[in-house]
């Protein structure tokens, strides 16, 4: 079938199947009392195979093989597991108030507690078709709404690894190109968030 691998058509995860890597299933969570024909999903996560091996644990419980999501303060947050190109573009523009008064004078107060966020424009280059399919499907169900963590942030911008705190990203923009057979690049826009 020609959809197979489309960002759209994504399976239920099966026991004892064998998944390549960057294969995406999904874990759906019924409201209860709803009956397995008419039912009413509560969630839907989606999940990316890291290794490429056959598993038989749930990626909900499986970070070794499985991945999509991380837990920070005890919230289960998406993660985006693919580490991008080196051609980053860190933008900083900070959120400042301002007061003018006369003879030229003027009052500059940063604009709330998190006033400094930054942005990125990133791009995953030369990536197979299944890889780039994991990627841009990742950010398709964040529908820019849905904020998400970065695995692979430059070292400049890293957070503490004992920290319970990490940068939180929505992605309001991305496309991907197709170079030739099995080459594709992604580019994303990336704004840091406050939740």
Known sequence: MAFDNSIYNVGKWVAN??????????IIENIEG??????????IKYYYNLTGT???????????????????NNQKVPLLLWKPSYNLSTKHNPRVNVVKFGNGYE?????????????FDISF?????????????????????ESFSIKELPNLYAENPGG????????????????????????????????
């Open 54 to 72: 056959n598993t038989a644990t749930t990626p909900q419980s499986d970070t070794t093989n499985w991945g999509g999501y991380t837990t920070v």
């Open 107 to 119: 009052q500059r107060n940063p604009d709330g507690l998190f006033s400094q966020l930054i942005s």
């Open 17 to 26: 199947q064998t998944y390549a890597q960057n294969d995406i299933v999904s």
């Open 34 to 43: 709803t009956s397995s024909i008419n039912f009413v999903p509560k969630s």
């Open 164 to 195: 319970g705190w990490r940068k939180r990203f929505v992605c309001p923009t991305f496309n991907s190109n197709f170079i030739f057979y099995n080459n594709y690049t992604v580019t994303a826009t990336f704004n840091q968030e406050n939740n």
């Open 125 to 145: 280059e030369k990536r197979t078709e299944q890889e780039s399919r994991a990627i841009l499907h990742f950010l398709k169900a964040r529908k820019a709404v």
